[in-house]
T-cell receptor, first 118, second 112 residues
Framework: GAVVSQHPSWVICKSGTSVKIECRSL??????MFWYRQFPKQSLMLMAT?????????EQGVEKDKFLINHASLTLSTLTVTSAHPEDSSFYIC??????????????FGEGSRLTVL | GNSVTQMEGPVTLSEEAFLTINCTYT??????LFWYVQYPGEGLQLLLK?????DKGSNKGFEATYRKETTSFHLEKGSVQVSDSAVYFC???????????FGKGTRLSVIA
């Protein structure tokens, strides 16, 4: 199947710094990417839907100024956690799909990026 | 709202044991149901899916039946292997243009 790659796989940063996580579709064009966050022993929670060339759509309760999402090309979306705090420590996963809604194809996931904020 | 509840883990089984991971859902309309698996160090992969009531999804010896009357989609495998050790996520999608809603995940460890 198609491959979605995230980088970095894990990152440790100091409180107050910003961290960028990349999500790339390696062998297909991802018109839409989704960013999920997973707390320990919790569900994967959708943070935002990212469409290429337009602003991301954030879920209720997600701070768009804190979690900046950019989807500048059909193969790359980035999530930047700005002014990170320890409560932002989490596992972030992206997923991607080809084409336009309504989708009938499979959703492909990255490996996830574990962020630890000290 | 839409939600998925799956049994909490971790689940530890001996090789060749029977596996059941329970999953129930709440949804508006008629969702499609999925099981995803995440092997260590890898991303989530679709394991199987069912799009309407009474459908049975199956793959790699795993199967799950879409039970509308009990709003369930339990994952089963008759004989697990060490290589099945992973985290399993139950998920639903209400329509083609909505994102997936996931359960919390169940970690399965199979010991030889």
């Amino acid at each position: 199947g198609a491959v979605v790659s995230q980088h970095p796989s894990w990152v440790i940063c100091k409180s107050g710094t910003s961290v960028k996580i990349e999500c790339r579709s390696l062998d297909f064009q991802a018109t839409t990417m989704f960013w999920y966050r997973q707390f320990p022993k919790q569900s994967l929670m959708l943070m935002a839907t990212s469409n290429e060339g337009s602003k991301a759509t954030y879920e209720q309760g997600v701070e768009k100024d804190k979690f900046l999402i950019n989807h500048a090309s059909l193969t790359l979306s980035t999530l930047t956690v700005t002014s990170a705090h320890p409560e932002d420590s989490s596992f972030y996963i992206c997923s991607a799909r080809e084409g336009q809604a309504p989708w009938t194809g499979e959703l492909f996931f990255g490996e996830g990026s574990r962020l630890t904020v000290l | 709202g839409n939600s998925v509840t799956q049994m909490e883990g971790p689940v530890t089984l001996s090789e060749e044991a029977f596996l059941t991971i329970n999953c129930t859902y709440t949804a508006t309309g008629y969702p499609s149901l999925f099981w995803y698996v995440q092997y260590p160090g890898e991303g989530l992969q679709l394991l199987l899916k069912a799009t309407k009531a009474d459908d049975k999804g199956s793959n790699k010896g795993f199967e799950a039946t879409y039970r509308k009357e009990t709003t369930s989609f339990h994952l089963e495998k008759g004989s697990v292997q060490v290589s099945d050790s992973a985290v399993y996520f139950c998920a639903l999608r209400v329509s083609g243009n909505t994102p997936l809603v996931f359960g919390k995940g169940t970690r399965l460890s199979v010991i030889a």
